[in-house]
């Protein structure tokens, strides 16, 4: 019994070990997202105009520090025409969750001197330089990421990831989708006192222009494609359905279709449409 139960255990951490490394070997790259802002405490739900999509950029690269994990990454992200101006920058270390948790957690860390260390990964003197003191825990902030096929789907836990840009009492939930061409995140901010949502932004696949191609009909709404541009722009149509153009090279993921063509749908009727509350459901 005992010998069996050793066995188990090693079986169990070997496969958590499998997902860690799955994870950081999807995680590393280049993302190119376009990213929108649904909801704001000025405006309230936020038109979705082709101007307003902001082209994001995230690279993502394995680096070693073996005195902080076995599995780190260095993270940076900024707009797309501007990689000098970081607009996060962050260590990410993976381990396997605690048990029972079948799950992989990345710690996140910040710099205490973020400038001095921008490009990171491109510059192995500095990164040998780099010491515990250099660096700063963000607390409540670990994210949990589960293995959904050949995707992983995680996020904050709770309400421990304080909201660190205002002095206001609020806590931040970030989802991340990460897939092979796939690279969704949602960034939301509470109040803590009554959670109610204060802002929301979306970032999702940026698609080159490309041929023809179909978009989903999760909504009811006809999706059609467009050569010439480079972003998912839904568009309100007439009457009751919505017509979502998309400027692509290839069909968005599905999960990226659905939630597009719904956003629209139920900002106008300030509720879930039929057909989109699965889908509503999958993004909470």
Do not use: K
């Not at 520090?65 to 920058?89: A, I, K, M, S, T």
């Not at 006192?193 to 490309?210: H, T």
């Not at 993921?253 to 449409?273: D, E, L």
């Amino acid at each position: 019994m005992v010998l069996l139960a050793g066995v188990l255990a090693v079986a169990v951490q070997a496969a958590a070990g499998a997902q860690v490394e799955a994870l950081q070997q999807l995680w590393s790259g280049i993302h190119d997202s376009s990213e929108q802002v649904v909801s704001s405490p000025e405006g309230g739900i936020s038109p979705w105009p082709e101007s307003g999509d902001l082209r994001v950029r995230t690279i993502v690269s394995a680096v070693e520090l073996p005195w902080l994990g076995r599995q780190v990454l260095y993270l940076e992200e900024f707009l797309h025409d501007d990689p000098e101006n970081l607009r996060r920058q962050l260590l990410v270390q993976l381990e396997p969750a605690e048990p029972p948790a079948r799950a992989v957690r990345a710690h996140l860390f910040t710099f205490s001197n973020p400038r001095h260390w921008i490009h990171l990964s491109h510059r192995p003197q500095l990164l040998a330089s780099l010491r515990a003191a250099d660096i700063v825990t963000s607390a409540g902030c670990d994210l949990l990421f589960t293995s959904e096929g050949d995707q992983f789907r995680g996020g904050t836990v709770g309400r421990r990831c304080p909201d660190t840009r205002t002095r206001a009492a609020r806590y931040l939930d970030y989802q991340l989708v990460i897939g092979t061409d796939l690279y969704w995140y949602r960034r939301r901010i509470f109040r803590r006192s009554d959670a109610e949502l204060q802002e929301e932004v979306v970032g999702y696949n940026w698609f080159e222009a490309g041929a023809r191609r179909s978009c989903g009909r999760s909504c009811g709404s006809t999706c059609t494609t467009r050569e010439g541009g480079d972003a998912l722009s839904p568009r309100t149509g007439a009457g009751s359905s919505s017509r979502c153009t998309v400027r692509t090279g290839r069909s968005p993921p599905p999960a990226m279709r659905s939630f597009s063509c719904c956003r629209i749908r139920a900002r106008n009727s300030r509720s879930h449409p039929r057909g989109c509350s699965s889908m509503a459901n999958r993004l909470h």
